[in-house]
């Protein structure tokens, strides 16, 4: 048995069947993914209903299931509306039209009872898994984003694991032209981006949803500290 943590796939559905051929992920294992599964990409529907039909994958909310869910709530506002539209939603409502209305139901409902955090153990080691990063509701915990420097410790026995924040912010701060630059020197390197840790805190988002040429669908076991990479397109 062994415990995976993975974010941030945004419909790089391929990528996401891939990594759990290469880890070998059987009904013996736990993996726990920490949201943003779909927009930008094309099949995050699919990833939404894969995830649904597997009682050992476990999905948090992320900022991108938050705006989808606010998206179809009762009458919801100008600024809901426009927020996601702009967050490359797409692909997610061609993908959800085309289920039938029961599946629409039944995913709208999972999106809505999914957890924005979860506290975890695995070999004694503790773990607080969460979209974005620390806050005191729902909203903060999927669109927080920690500053590198001004990282908190929850407390010194607990490793917080976040995605959202993409490990190219942190390694390259700068413009988005400056990550497309460190992007391509990385590949023609044969390098990519990779899992970054520090002191109690990991970030598994390796850039998916920014098109990079270096970016890389990441995953991380656990019980040993792997880390796992998939090629997101061709």
Request: with cysteine; glycine share 10%.
């Given at each position: 048995m062994a415990t995976y943590v993975m974010?941030?796939?945004?419909?790089?559905?391929?990528?996401?069947?891939?990594?759990l051929r290469q880890i070998d992920f059987s009904k013996?294992?736990?993996?726990y993914?920490?949201?943003?599964?779909?927009?930008?990409?094309?099949?995050?529907?699919?990833?939404?209903?894969?995830?649904?039909?597997?009682?050992?994958?476990?999905?948090l909310l992320g900022n991108h299931e938050y705006m989808f869910m606010q998206f179809f709530e009762d009458n919801p506002s100008q600024t809901v509306v426009r927020r996601w539209n702009r967050n490359g939603n797409f692909y997610t409502l061609t993908g959800f039209?085309?289920?039938?209305?029961s599946e629409k139901?039944?995913?709208?409902?999972?999106?809505?009872?999914?957890?924005?955090?979860?506290?975890?153990?695995?070999?004694?080691?503790?773990?607080?898994?969460?979209?974005?990063?620390i806050g005191v509701d729902t909203h903060e915990r999927v669109w927080n984003r920690p500053k590198y420097e001004d990282i908190p410790e929850i407390d010194k026995d607990?490793?917080?694991?976040?995605?959202?924040?993409p490990v190219c912010e942190?390694?390259?701060?700068?413009?988005?032209?400056q990550m497309y630059v460190y992007s391509h020197e990385l590949t023609l390197r044969g390098e990519h981006f990779q899992i970054l840790h520090a002191p109690h805190f990991i970030d598994?988002?390796?850039?998916?949803?920014?098109?990079?040429?270096?970016?890389?669908?990441?995953?991380?076991?656990?019980?040993?500290?792997?880390?796992?990479?998939?090629?997101?397109?061709?």
């Open positions: 974010s941030d796939l945004h419909g790089a559905y391929d990528a996401f069947c891939n990594m013996d294992d736990e993996l993914i920490l949201g943003d599964v779909v927009d930008r990409g094309e099949d995050g529907v699919s990833i939404l209903r894969h995830t649904m039909a597997e009682k050992n994958i476990h999905l039209d085309k289920l039938t209305e139901e039944e995913t709208l409902a999972y999106i809505r009872q999914l957890p924005s955090e979860q506290h975890i153990t695995v070999y004694g080691k503790k773990y607080y898994l969460v979209h974005g990063f607990t490793t917080v694991i976040v995605g959202h924040t942190y390694v390259c701060p700068g413009s988005d032209e598994v988002d390796c850039c998916v949803g920014y098109g990079f040429s270096a970016a890389r669908l990441a995953c991380l076991r656990l019980e040993d500290g792997a880390e796992f990479y998939e090629k997101v397109g061709k």
